[in-house]
């Protein structure tokens, strides 16, 4: 992707808010797919999934926005 990416700051509050585990198994499925290029991630348990569907809407959604504006 040479595109840039945001995190804006209640993903990332949301990320720090979460139990150690479940932050550690979102933020990497995140980093692997929109800093990495690696498929989005699928085998995790149906809590964090949800958590990593919402906050990857979010980060795509902020960073289409910001990518209009540039």
């Known amino acids: 992707m040479n595109r840039p990416i ?41 809590e964090p999934s949800m958590i990593y569907s919402i906050l990857r809407f979010y980060v795509k959604q902020a960073s289409d926005r910001y990518n209009r504006t540039i």
Do not use: C, H, K
């Open 6 to 46: 945001v995190f804006t700051p209640a993903v990332l509050n949301t990320l720090r808010s979460l139990p150690y585990e479940q932050r550690l198994e979102v933020a990497s499925a995140l980093t692997g797919e929109l800093l990495l290029g690696a498929g989005e991630s699928t085998d995790m348990e149906p």
